[in-house]
């Protein structure tokens, strides 16, 4: 291992990170992150903070969970690879398989196809609520409907679908036969309206209006996200779920529950789509599947999809889909312990109760800081828009929010910053003791980032 210096100095200046200006990450290299125990990380120079961000939205059992640890040395020991192509398989991925179903059964789902993470399970979810309808009789159902604000991974199918202008723009033209809803937003929306419920009526007379247009005999699938994460924390209104399941009902439309974020407890619920009480045609999972410890994903499918595929004669029942790494035997393994740890430790509640605590604590924060122009969340997911003015509603500037998250982290608790928003996504085992300490670091944060504002 090189020293201290070396990594320092070589910071940024041989990887192009993720999400990132390679031109702008080599003139202010990023935080080097170099342990993690319970659910605080430290960083190279011995600054030891609460982990906001949870990983990626991904370590929601925190940095020490031996359990899974164990489970992938132990595997890693007895068969550190073996694949999954059509002739062999491995125990592990038997196993990681009937749990995923057992643990969706409440959702419908009847069958799991494993990925390497996120954007796998989305894209394989497009792809086969494509072939589904192929091998049901009708081929032309290959549109897909998304929600503007969604985030969907960045393979060309799910940034199709992203409704994010940033993560499509340098890489256009996307996917052909993609339609962008508006999002369930409260704070913005075209609607000139707070109200949850009515936008979310809204939206569905535009979903409608729009398969009207199309035909639905043209549309696949309907993607969302239960609550939306990289666009901000957008939190629907309990309606609208139920409202989108209906329509799609009726007009033969499957709907994916793109559950990356909110598939083992985030949001104060096992998954998103049990939070808003509906069943979903297929789901895509990664991220807390396995603590974050590997890579890995799972698409589950509904019971519904099933017989189009097991039962289908010759090569449109055939998945000609899948990768090197599908059902990994150590990935699988820290799932299978991942999945006993999320029961066991009943995290969906704590995030839930923790949550609750959160949000209330924001609310407070924006009582007492004009800066803040939004604050929502559901379970461990919660945000804080920044704002230059209220009224306006104008997003406050990069640099008052760079003042925000570089004083937070000075106090001791890592948050993540996307445009004006404040991401907050901790570790879904943290107690009121982290919640009081992330509330009183963004405290300090919102002074200095309105500091930063007035110029001082
Ligand atoms: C809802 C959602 N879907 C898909 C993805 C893509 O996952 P990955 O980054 O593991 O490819 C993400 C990542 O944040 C996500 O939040």
């Given at each position: 291992?090189?020293?201290?210096?070396?990594?320092?100095?070589?910071?940024?200046?041989?990887?192009?990170?993720?999400?990132?200006?390679?031109?702008?990450?080599?003139?202010?290299?990023?935080?080097?992150?170099?342990?993690?125990?319970?659910?605080?990380?430290?960083?190279?120079?011995?600054?030891?903070?609460?982990?906001?961000?949870?990983?990626?939205?991904?370590?929601?059992?925190?940095?020490?969970?031996?359990?899974?640890?164990?489970?992938?040395?132990?595997?890693?020991?007895?068969?550190?690879?073996?694949?999954?192509?059509?002739?062999?398989?491995?125990?592990?991925?038997?196993?990681?398989?009937?749990?995923?179903?057992?643990?969706?059964?409440?959702?419908g789902m009847a069958r799991t196809f494993l990925t390497s993470g996120g954007s796998d399970s989305v894209e394989t979810c497009l792809r086969l609520a494509r072939q589904f309808h192929r091998a049901n009789g009708q081929p032309e159902?290959?549109?897909?409907?998304?929600?503007?604000?969604?985030?969907?991974?960045?393979?060309?199918?799910?940034?199709?679908?992203?409704?994010?202008?940033?993560?499509?723009?340098?890489?256009?033209?996307?996917?052909?036969?993609?339609?962008?809803?508006?999002?369930?937003?409260?704070?913005?929306?075209?609607?000139?309206?707070?109200?949850?419920?009515?936008?979310?009526?809204?939206?569905?007379?535009?979903?409608?209006?729009?398969?009207?247009?199309?035909?639905?005999?043209?549309?696949?699938?309907?993607?969302?996200?239960?609550?939306?994460?990289?666009?901000?924390?957008?939190?629907?209104?309990?309606?609208?779920?139920?409202?989108?399941?209906?329509?799609?009902?009726?007009?033969?439309?499957?709907?994916?529950?793109?559950?990356?974020?909110?598939?083992?407890?985030?949001?104060?619920?096992?998954?998103?789509?049990?939070?808003?009480?509906?069943?979903?045609?297929?789901?895509?999972?990664?991220?807390?599947?396995?603590?974050?410890?590997?890579?890995?994903?799972?698409?589950?499918?509904?019971?519904?999809?099933?017989?189009?595929?097991?039962?289908?004669?010759?090569?449109?029942?055939?998945?000609?889909?899948?990768?090197?790494?599908?059902?990994?035997?150590?990935?699988?393994?820290?799932?299978?312990?991942?999945?006993?740890?999320?029961?066991?430790?009943?995290?969906?509640a704590n995030a839930a109760a923790r949550g609750e605590e959160l949000l209330a604590g924001l609310h407070e924060l924006a009582s007492r800081h004009e800066i803040v122009g939004d604050a929502r969340g559901k379970g461990l997911m919660?945000?804080?828009?920044?704002?230059?003015?209220?009224?306006?509603?104008?997003?406050?500037?990069?640099?008052?929010?760079?003042?925000?998250?570089?004083?937070?982290?000075?106090?001791?608790?890592?948050?993540?910053?996307?445009?004006?928003?404040?991401?907050?996504?901790?570790?879904?085992?943290?107690?009121?003791?982290?919640?009081?300490?992330?509330?009183?670091?963004?405290?300090?944060?919102?002074?200095?980032?309105?500091?930063?504002?007035?110029?001082?």
């Amino acid at each position: 291992m090189r020293d201290t210096n070396f990594l320092i100095g070589n910071n940024a200046k041989h990887v192009w990170h993720p999400m990132a200006h390679p031109g702008e990450m080599r003139a202010n290299p990023p935080r080097i992150v170099e342990q993690g125990e319970g659910v605080e990380i430290v960083d190279i120079h011995g600054h030891r903070t609460l982990d906001g961000v949870g990983g990626l939205w991904n370590v929601n059992l925190g940095y020490s969970c031996d359990p899974v640890k164990d489970a992938m040395t132990a595997q890693l020991h007895k068969l550190p690879y073996y694949n999954a192509f059509r002739g062999t398989t491995t125990s592990p991925l038997i196993e990681l398989s009937y749990e995923l179903c057992e643990f969706f059964k409440p959702e419908g789902m009847a069958r799991t196809f494993l990925t390497s993470g996120g954007s796998d399970s989305v894209e394989t979810c497009l792809r086969l609520a494509r072939q589904f309808h192929r091998a049901n009789g009708q081929p032309e159902r290959t549109k897909f409907v998304s929600l503007k604000k969604g985030y969907h991974g960045t393979h060309f199918g799910g940034a199709s679908v992203n409704g994010n202008p940033n993560f499509r723009r340098n890489y256009e033209p996307m996917l052909a036969g993609v339609i962008h809803l508006p999002a369930p937003f409260t704070y913005r929306n075209p609607f000139d309206t707070d109200d949850g419920a009515i936008i979310a009526r809204k939206i569905g007379a535009a979903f409608e209006e729009e398969i009207a247009f199309h035909g639905a005999d043209t549309i696949a699938a309907l993607i969302m996200e239960p609550v939306l994460g990289s666009g901000g924390v957008i939190v629907p209104h309990e309606s609208f779920f139920p409202i989108m399941r209906e329509i799609c009902d009726r007009h033969g439309i499957l709907l994916i529950a793109d559950e990356v974020i909110t598939g083992f407890g985030r949001a104060g619920s096992e998954c998103g789509s049990r939070l808003w009480g509906i069943k979903p045609d297929m789901m895509s999972t990664a991220k807390g599947i396995t603590n974050g410890y590997f890579p890995l994903g799972a698409a589950m499918i509904g019971e519904k999809l099933v017989s189009a595929f097991e039962d289908a004669k010759g090569p449109v029942g055939t998945i000609s889909h899948g990768y090197t790494y599908s059902g990994h035997p150590i990935g699988a393994a820290a799932a299978l312990a991942t999945l006993a740890e999320v029961k066991r430790l009943d995290v969906a509640a704590n995030a839930a109760a923790r949550g609750e605590e959160l949000l209330a604590g924001l609310h407070e924060l924006a009582s007492r800081h004009e800066i803040v122009g939004d604050a929502r969340g559901k379970g461990l997911m919660a945000a804080l828009e920044l704002v230059s003015d209220r009224e306006k509603k104008t997003p406050a500037a990069k640099d008052v929010v760079q003042a925000l998250y570089d004083k937070t982290y000075e106090e001791g608790v890592m948050v993540r910053t996307s445009g004006n928003n404040v991401i907050i996504s901790p570790c879904l085992i943290i107690d009121n003791s982290h919640v009081a300490r992330i509330l009183s670091a963004l405290d300090a944060g919102l002074a200095a980032a309105a500091r930063k504002m007035k110029g001082h």
